[in-house]
């Protein structure tokens, strides 16, 4: 299992997030989503993450299998408040440039 006891196993994950609700109302998580992000990033979860342009919501890439990465998504504090939906794509990497490489393996 990777750090968080997420299981890695060469898989990648994208959350997508998809605004339902008002930018207003998405901004006022926002600092709860960032905490969200920043234990991801320190945990060897998250990758990379950013919104949508235009902003209608956002893209994390995610180390892990579709369970795990579910899961976590569900917890993600725009989810749980109602303002965003969160859709996971499990994928295998079959290419990457050089500094991504080691994902794909």
């Known amino acids: 299992m990777a750090a968080g006891g997420f299981r890695a196993e060469g898989h990648l994950c994208l959350i997508l997030l998809e605004y339902v609700r008002p930018l207003d109302e998405v901004d006022a998580l926002m600092k709860a989503h960032v905490a ?15 919104r949508r342009e235009p902003r209608t919501g956002g893209v994390i890439l995610c180390r892990g299998i579709a369970e795990d990465i579910e899961a976590l998504a569900q917890t993600d504090p725009f989810v749980t408040g ?11 990497a079959s290419f990457a440039v050089d500094a991504l490489a080691r994902l794909a393996k």
Request: glycine share 16%.
């Open 82 to 92: 109602g303002v965003a939906e969160a859709e996971v794509v499990e994928f295998k």
């Open 36 to 50: 969200f992000l920043e234990r991801g990033f320190a945990e060897g979860v998250f990758l990379v993450a950013g």
